[in-house]
């Protein structure tokens, strides 16, 4: 065993939290400040003792808000600890008390008064009237509950949670903690409001009568002539873009991987326009092409003397735009399936003397029924979650994505109205979800482990191949050919009325000019356009951050409930990013965290929706670092947090640059969240975009869409370049010289969830 | 009750080569060879040295670049797998995940027109050829990897093929069942009397099955014989070293007279089979358990310093430094009190030693 140095004085961890405790108490503002806190401007608003911005300490010590003051006091109990071994019982069940009471307590704080005094009458009975109201919290609380949380986390490590590592046990907890409060409690609080009825009371009567109603499940189309359900448009939409999607992904992945075709590569390049392209872009592109004035409803008309139609609104639009945006997606997921079935099952098939077509039939095919499933529920609930195509295209065609839009930015701005609809939207993806992980989960096709055989999949018969070939060739073309029109509307000056071409839409978002100041931002882009670049600079490294941080507990770590971890840090794939928008104004309008109208909130939304892509790439790429990597260096004396640090970091450098990269273009392309949650003062071009289409600017809209799709293809151009020059391969080489070994385990991974990297929704 | 029977058949290679896509290096460099009906014939050989190619070949999984591949007399050169009568067990077995046992078994039947109750009849007869008998409504991930090692012999049996093969059957079980399995597949071998082509690395493995093994490296035959001749008479200083370890000495062939070569070692002088040797510089391989340890001053023997002894229980093993480098050798006599450092001589029996191309 090796020796300790004998403790003098307390653990220096322990030293480190109370510190950063004590600064968030005595020192920072405890609330939150009007003006942008990194610009320190606070310091000359009166501080320490004006109350806008006076830390807690001066606070309670002026007779202010005095019910902060115990929260100061605890945060000293730890040093009672001096002297004491982090094997002391004491030492930990003193930390853990600690805090787990000093977080409750700041938290209890915050929820129990409102802008009001007392939140619930209760409290008033017992206190008596409070003369006080709350404010949101600021930079002095949030480090204050974090010195708490870790003073938690280094006290249940102390008494031996996880090997007694408080790296390990720390970060289990900030996750769980950023999670709880910026996923699970908008949430919870959105359900909540849903059962609020119009008086201010909840009432549970209210909550059923408004998600039972006729415009969520009227079945008009069916029995009369009017529309739909909000919620059976959505799901019939939904369900035929999962399948046709599907169908479409597995036509391209068999074109890649079993027709001998030449050009697999660029094909396989299709699979990253959706990470690319704003969500609404093709809707736009649509509109160009067969909207009243589009190019190809104009030709139709003209040709057969038709009267041109708006028939492209509604359905047909909006199932050509998702068929176009997600076709890309289920063709990732299906390339890896359909290459993940081990050759020798294809070839054994053959030596017992089956066909090609029976082959196809008898193995190929039920082995990718995972895959199949897999496909069709990423499409459904991509579809589900589509905000920005059903806005620009659904003309009567109303879905819940958009429903919620108008119920919280109409005139009603019914909040509970949008709360239940949000409700129907998540059950509906959340269901799709816990159907992806539970059933297609455990139906997974392993057969052996060990060496796999090498071999070449079998081509499709003839007839087959034909087919597939004609209708990717078709997809593929039609692709290119809206890429073409977004590129080539950008120039056109009106389109379908004046077809001359002009650069007029770039320079009035995009001129730049010269006065005293230095360059002068002219267009009118300009500033949405910094907005977004700012946002996501910030957001990318936070997500990445925990996004690997995450992986890394979920691949090394063994804890109890980390599945139900696993569960809950994916979760937030499976919410809308509309349904993310509504919660986190319902959440944090008010205080104790007040949010709405910052950038935090947008940076804090991107972090969240995007943090499973992180979670993703870490996952990945820390699976192929072998465990006996980690294990030699924490046997040659390095602790989890050095380990972390210098074995698996380095080793990560691709996947940490993937994850910068995706959680960057994502949070340029999102706009279902950012909807609700944009001011003024910070506009993404998202959102800007959205609002020249509204304006019929389809021209601006087109050419700053371009612009967009440039920018980040360029940003993934760069990315390629950076991950392909150093490439830490960790793979040994393929012990047979013939193709790539594999095995027929690779079925069991392709079975559970893969990234889907579409846009933001 | 359905019988299992053999249809089995001879396959012939004539000049067979096969490059991969548009490489320049062949994978198998013009091979021929010929396995007769009813044999097992093992391709032995290191990675990448073409066997594997080889026996896809006879199965129509990889066409043949130029060059005749018969079976039973009949030119199958450019019929694919579907319609060759061969079947194959894979090295990873490549049951089908999705079937039960029983329809893993029917499977090939299914597509060879047999009536259904002779698809029932037979499969049923294949489990019990394996000991399977009761599996069948099982899933494959519910068997033991010998287990479905068996259900793969099965399939391939029941639709009694022409020529059966085997992907490196073993590679995917543990030490103690590999013997066992190839104990059981060399039985089923004999008994139905199938000609069976097995493909392995493991040269221990391979003099246990086989009737010939054909010895392969760097895309070519290296030699071709049964276990023993391959043991007690390597062609060249591969094969010498690929199957049992061997001392390899340069020696030089003083006369041939006859088929009797007197060959010099050193100090030593040996009497050995030509095998086609003229005199001149060549090579001598031995055995570490064909050479024998003694006294040092012994007539005959070739002069070294016993530098390791190692006792493993059955033998013991010496390595002994001499003019011509490290010499390893293998005693059953764990008595004979020899001691690291001390001089000894290298005796070489009448059988020991062979001369082999260099």
Redesign the interface.
């Known amino acids: 065993m090796r020796q300790h140095k004998e403790v003098r004085g307390l653990h220096p961890t322990v030293i480190l939290w109370v510190a950063v405790g004590l600064i968030g108490f005595a020192v920072l503002p405890w609330y939150g400040t009007d003006s942008n806190f990194f610009t320190l401007s606070w310091l000359l608003d009166g501080y320490p003792l004006d109350s806008d911005v006076a830390p807690a300490l001066f606070l309670a010590l002026q007779g202010q808000k005095t019910w902060l003051a115990p929260a100061g006091l605890m945060l000293l109990v730890p040093l009672l600890l001096w002297g004491r071994e982090k094997t002391d019982p004491l030492f930990g069940r003193l930390l853990v008390a600690v805090g787990a009471v000093g977080l409750a307590y700041v938290m209890l704080q915050g929820f129990a008064i409102g802008l009001r005094g007392w939140r619930f009458e209760w409290l008033t009975a017992m206190f008596g009237e409070l003369g006080d109201r709350q404010f949101g919290m600021g930079y002095g609380a949030m480090l204050c509950a974090g010195a708490f949380l870790f003073l938690f986390s280094i006290g249940l490590a102390g008494r031996g949670a996880v090997g007694g590592d408080v790296f390990v046990v720390s970060t289990i907890a900030f996750v769980i903690g950023v999670v709880a409060l910026f996923i699970f409690m908008p949430i919870l609080q959105m359900l909540a409001n849903a059962m609020i009825t119009q008086e201010g009371t909840y009432s549970l009567a209210s909550f059923a009568s408004k998600i039972f109603s006729d415009r969520l499940w009227g079945l008009g189309c069916v029995t009369q002539n009017v529309g739909c359900g909000v919620a059976w448009n959505s799901l019939f939409l939904a369900i035929l873009v999962g399948i046709l999607t599907t169908l479409l992904g597995l036509v391209f992945a068999l074109v890649v991987t079993r027709t001998g075709f030449r050009h697999g590569r660029s094909l396989r390049a299709l699979t990253g326009l959706p990470i690319i392209t704003p969500p609404f872009v093709i809707g736009l592109a649509i509109i160009l092409l067969f909207g009243l004035s589009g190019a190809v409803t104009q030709m139709f008309a003209e040709l057969f003397g038709v009267q041109a139609t708006r028939w492209v609104y509604g359905l047909p639009g909006l199932l050509i735009a998702q068929l176009l945006a997600f076709t890309p997606i289920a063709f990732l997921v299906l390339i890896g399936v359909v290459e993940g079935i081990s050759p020798s099952m294809e070839e054994a098939a053959q030596t017992l003397r089956a066909s090609r077509w029976q082959t196809f039939r008898t193995v190929s095919l039920p082995l990718m029924r995972p895959g199949l499933a897999n496909a069709f529920l990423l499409g459904f609930i991509e579809s589900m979650a589509d905000f920005g195509n059903p806005l620009v295209l659904g003309g009567n065609f109303d879905v819940l994505s958009t429903e919620i839009f108008f119920a919280i930015v109409g005139a009603q701005n019914d909040q509970a109205q949008a709360a239940v609809l949000a409700i129907v939207l998540l059950a509906f993806t959340l269901g799709a979800f816990y159907a992806q992980r539970f059933w297609l989960g455990q139906k997974s096709y392993t057969t052996v482990s060990g060496k796999g055989d090498a071999g070449v999949h079998p081509l499709l018969p003839a007839g087959l191949r034909y087919t597939v070939f004609a209708i990717a060739g078709f997809w593929a073309l039609f692709t290119v050919f809206v890429y073409a029109t977004i590129f080539y509307g950008s120039f056109v000056k009106l389109w379908g009325v004046d077809n001359s071409l002009t650069f007029v839409h770039y320079v009035k978002s995009f001129a730049i000019g010269w006065n005293e100041f230095g360059i002068h931002w002219k267009g009118a882009a300009w500033s949405s356009f910094w907005t977004t670049i700012t946002i996501a600079l910030v957001s990318a490294p936070l997500t990445a951050m925990l996004g690997l941080l995450t992986a890394y507990l979920l691949v090394r770590q063994d804890f109890s409930g980390k599945s139900a971890f696993e569960f809950g840090t994916m979760l937030s794939f499976a919410i809308p990013g509309t349904v993310i928008g509504v919660s986190y104004v319902i959440a944090f309008n008010v205080p104790p965290i007040e949010l709405t109208g910052t950038g935090v909130i947008l940076v804090l939304s991107f972090i969240f929706r995007n943090m499973p892509v992180g979670v993703r790439a870490g996952v990945a790429s820390m699976s192929q670092i072998d465990r006996s990597l980690d294990e030699s260096s924490l046997t040659l004396g390095a602790n989890s947090w050095q380990t972390f640090r210098k074995i698996i970091l380095p080793l990560l450098r691709p996947a940490i640059l993937a994850a910068l990269v995706y959680s960057f273009v994502r949070a340029m392309t999102a706009i279902s969240a950012i909807i609700f949650l944009v001011s003024a003062r910070y506009d993404m071009s998202t959102s800007y975009i959205i609002g020249r289409v509204e304006n019929n600017e389809y021209g601006v809209a087109i050419a700053y869409s371009a612009v967009l799709i440039a920018v980040m293809l360029a940003v993934i151009g760069l990315m390629q370049l950076a991950v392909g020059s150093r490439n830490i391969g960790r793979r040994t080489s393929n012990d047979n010289d013939l193709s790539q070994s594999r095995t027929n385990v690779s079925q069991s991974r392709t079975g559970q969830t893969r990234p889907a990297l579409s846009g933001g929704g | 009750m359905a019988q299992i029977k053999s249809n089995a058949a001879s396959v012939e290679f004539r000049s067979v080569s096969k490059f991969?896509g548009k490489s320049k290096v062949a994978?198998v460099n013009d091979v021929s060879l010929n396995v007769e009906a009813g044999k097992l014939v093992t391709l032995l050989g290191p990675?990448?040295c073409g066997k594997?190619?080889t026996l896809?070949m006879i199965?129509?999984?990889e066409m043949a670049s130029s060059g005749q591949i018969l079976i039973g007399g009949a030119d199958v050169t450019s019929l694919?797998?579907?319609d060759?009568d061969?079947?194959?067990v894979?090295?990873?077995?490549?049951?089908?995940?999705?079937m039960s046992v029983m329809e893993n078994v029917q499977?090939?039947l299914r597509?060879?027109g047999f009536p259904k109750k002779e698809i029932v009849e037979r499969a049923d007869a294949g489990l019990e050829l394996v000991g399977l008998t009761g599996f069948g409504d099982r899933l494959?991930?519910q068997l033991s990897?010998g287990q479905?090692q068996r259900v793969a012999v099965a399939?391939?049996l029941v639709?009694e093929p022409q020529v059966l093969?085997f992907?490196?059957p073993l590679?995917?079980l543990d030490a103690k069942l590999r013997r066992r399995v190839r104990e059981e597949i060399r039985e089923i071998q004999q008994t139905l009397g199938l000609t069976v082509v097995y493909v392995t690395h493991d040269q221990e493995e391979a003099l246990a099955v086989s009737d010939r093994i054909i010895v392969m490296n760097n895309a070519i035959i290296a030699q071709d014989g049964t276990p023993r001749e391959l043991y007690e008479a390597p062609a060249n200083a591969f094969v010498a070293d690929f199957i049992g370890e061997a001392n390899i000495f340069d020696c030089k062939v003083t006369e041939v007279q006859g088929d009797v070569a007197t060959v010099s070692l050193g100090q030593v002088t040996l009497s050995l089979p030509a095998r086609g040797h003229t005199p001149g510089p060549a090579r001598l391989a031995a055995r570490p358990s064909r050479i024998s340890i003694g006294e040092a001053s012994a007539p005959g023997t070739l002069p070294g310093k016993l530098e390791k002894a190692t006792y493993v229980g059955s033998h013991l093993e010496f390595v002994v430094s001499t003019e011509f480098g490290e010499v390893f050798v293998v005693s059953p006599d764990v008595d004979s009190g020899l001691r690291a450092g001390q001089p000894v001589g290298l005796g070489f029996p009448e059988r020991g030693p062979v001369l082999i191309s260099p």
Request: net charge positive; no cysteine.
């Open positions: 991969y994978a990675s990448g594997t190619t896809r199965a129509g999984l694919p797998a579907t060759r061969v079947s194959m894979f090295q990873s077995y490549a049951l089908f995940p999705h499977y090939g597509f060879s494959p991930s990897g479905q399939r391939a639709l093969l992907d490196e590679s995917n």
